[in-house]
């Protein structure tokens, strides 16, 4: 930890001499460098007139001392007044050299070589104007102090990508700088140098003073990565713990109203198995539901399981003891079982809970006809005409009745309105033992094929 923060004030201080340097020598480039040039050749200029004597020595003399006390404060010299070699005559008089200017103009690059800069993305030279260079009277020319230019070298010591590797490797690259700049052979470089880096070394002992924490907190020990099942079991736990509890809400159960319906649709479309399956559910989810026991006792009979059928009936009249349908089904039941007296029972209490139904008329009628008591069925079928005289039913049992009683005509009559209602029961009356007084006659016959010709 503190190499990382070693290396990040390094970068840092590294920044801030980049940019301390840069507008040093921005500042420096301002001034133009002297161009190579070829002295010319110039005459010794006249000498004044000696006009000017001693005065003008005494002038020259005391600009001389102060110069030299600005340079010994170093200060450079002014830039109006460069220096100039002083000659004096022999009567003491100051001889005033003539200033010569000459325009150099700087060497025009080579145009392959401004070509391939511009290629390269880099800007074309800038038109430097003309020099004013300056001469002594003897012709030699007037140069600037050494420490007026940018020492070389010294930038190269402030790239920033080798300030990175140094630091990387554990260079201390302010150390350096004196080193880079002896090598440049200016003191001016050197000088600049050794300011540059005291200033960092003030810099950082600042930011090491400010954050003392900060440099001496040890850095936190990496931890070994956990394996892909680990983080997501943590983060199963992080989810799960910022999940707020609730009950669990256990999905809906069916209802047995739900199988009752389910059971019936079965029915109606004949599958009484799986009538009866939906029918057991209902009934194991509630044992007191009549209409699933009385259901089931009807899939049951059409499936021909009359036992359980009846079972079924007798439970859900122990529900419902004054059901008219269930009492006419068990009735049913019985009448097909040749349990006549035990029909009779079952039809009798469904006519006193509703009087006007003529199907259970017709099958009380039934059950006193099978049972050796035609007369008693002929008043039952009567009955149910009288209620319903479309009830084919009602008026071939009353014709079945007449013809055990030996009336031929009533038995002729009520056959004719049965076949003349459904004529289905052709076939039928062609082989009832019941009829067995009309076999052979003639209108029982014709009767018969007028059906028959009906119903092709």
């Given at each position: ?153 010294v930038d190269d010591a402030l790239d920033f990508a ?113 009538a009866i399956e939906r029918y057991t559910q209902a ?146 009356a062609a082989a009832d033992p019941k009829l067995a ?20």
């Amino acid at each position: 930890m503190k190499r990382i923060i070693r290396l990040l004030m390094i970068l840092g201080l590294v920044s801030v001499a980049v940019y301390v340097v840069a507008s040093v020598m921005r500042r420096r480039q301002e001034s133009p460098v002297p161009q190579r040039w070829t002295p010319p050749t110039v005459e010794t200029p006249s000498p004044p007139p000696p006009a000017a004597g001693f005065e003008a020595a005494e002038e020259a003399a005391e600009l001389a001392e102060e110069i030299a006390e600005a340079e010994s404060e170093g200060m450079a010299p002014p830039q109006d007044f460069p220096a100039t070699d002083v000659a004096v005559s022999s009567e003491g008089a100051l001889i005033q050299p003539e200033a010569v200017t000459l325009d150099v103009e700087p060497e025009a690059p080579e145009h392959e070589d401004v070509a391939a800069a511009e290629a390269e993305g880099m800007a074309p030279p800038p038109e430097s104007a003309p020099v004013d260079m300056a001469f002594t009277a003897s012709g030699a020319p007037v140069m600037a102090e050494p420490g007026t230019v940018a020492a070389p070298g010294v930038d190269d010591a402030l790239d920033f990508a080798e300030m990175l590797e140094a630091a990387e490797h554990g260079r201390d690259i302010l150390e350096e700088l004196p080193g880079v700049a002896a090598a440049a052979g200016t003191p001016a470089a050197v000088a600049e140098a050794d300011v540059v880096a005291e200033a960092f070394e003030e810099l950082a002992a600042t930011l090491v003073e400010e954050t003392p924490a900060l440099a001496d907190t040890p850095g936190p020990t990496p931890e070994a990565p956990a394996a892909p099942e680990e983080q997501l079991f943590d983060s199963v736990e992080e989810a799960l713990t910022d999940m707020e509890p609730a009950p669990i809400v256990p999905p809906p159960r069916r209802t047995a109203e739900s199988y009752l319906d389910e059971g019936n649709v079965y029915f109606n479309v004949g599958q009484y198995g799986l009538a009866i399956e939906r029918y057991t559910q209902a009934i194991e989810m509630d044992r007191d539901l009549t209409a699933a026991f009385y259901n089931r006792a009807n899939a049951r009979t059409r499936s021909g399981d009359l036992d359980n059928a009846l079972l079924d009936y007798d439970r859900a009249l122990e529900l419902q003891p004054n059901d008219a349908d269930a009492l006419n089904n068990r009735g049913m039941l019985h009448l097909y079982r040749a349990n006549y007296a035990a029909a009779l029972r079952d039809f009798n209490g469904a006519l006193a809970a509703d009087p006007t139904d003529s199907t259970v008329m017709v099958n009380r009628g039934l059950a006193h006809l099978h049972g050796g008591d035609p007369a008693a069925g002929l008043v039952d079928f009567r009955e149910a005409i009288r209620v319903d005289a479309t009830d084919a039913a009602a008026q071939y049992g009353a014709a079945q009745a007449s013809a055990t009683l030996g009336n031929r005509d009533e038995a002729l009559r009520h056959v004719g309105r049965a076949l003349e209602i459904d004529p289905a029961y052709a076939r039928e009356a062609a082989a009832d033992p019941k009829l067995a007084m009309l076999q052979g006659d003639e209108e029982f016959l014709k009767l018969l094929r007028q059906s028959g010709s009906a119903r092709e």
